[in-house]
């Protein structure tokens, strides 16, 4: 019987309510962009890229099916992850924080031995935040990012943590003016949402708790 699970790591919710100014004016002005962000482009190929490499993932799992089924929107999603990954980037730096290959793979190894091992690891990223397992070291950075934003602002396990980041957050994103190609959807600066996806795995906490074990492992 399977049981639920928690996922690997709950991300801050400090982007549920920041990113007002981000705009979702996609136009022609960039072809074959799927979005800029910061003046910067993400090419439509490097988003079937990842969504590629999620899809190849998903059909060797037992969940094959399920997994498909449950991520028809894999392109937006994939597109999602890295407009999000950007504002996490930018907010972090303007707090002046990073995160070090040493400790990504530090997280990993940590995260690994919590899951019960890297085959486990690899299996809830991908069931639980359609991640492929050459793309978990991106998620586990970003993760880190947020943790330590949390703790430079005061934010971590605070009464008013999820302001303090939605303010940190909303700050970056006003400095990156979004523009998101039509192809993908609009963008929706108050609910941080690209046309009706919003990632799951975004929930309201500070806290990162410990990774369950995926059912069936």
Known sequence: MHRRRR????VSAALLAAAPLLTACGNQAHPGAAAVVGGERIEVSAVQAKVKDVRAAQQSSPQSAQLIKDSGQLSRAKLYDLIVGRVIER?????GVAATR????????????QAGGEQ?????YLQQRGVAPGQVDEAVRRDILVGKLAESIGAANSPDGQQRLNAAFTAAAKT???DVNPR??????????????KAPWITQVTKQPPPAEPSGA
């Open 176 to 178: 990156l003016d979004i």
């Open 91 to 95: 907010a972090a730096d303007d707090a």
């Open 7 to 10: 996922t690997v790591i709950t």
């Open 120 to 124: 486990q690891l690899t299996a809830v």
């Open 184 to 197: 993908f959807g609009s963008w929706n600066d108050q609910k941080l949402e690209l046309g009706d996806y």
């Open 102 to 113: 040493k400790e990504v793979a530090d997280g990993r190894v940590v995260l690994a031995q």
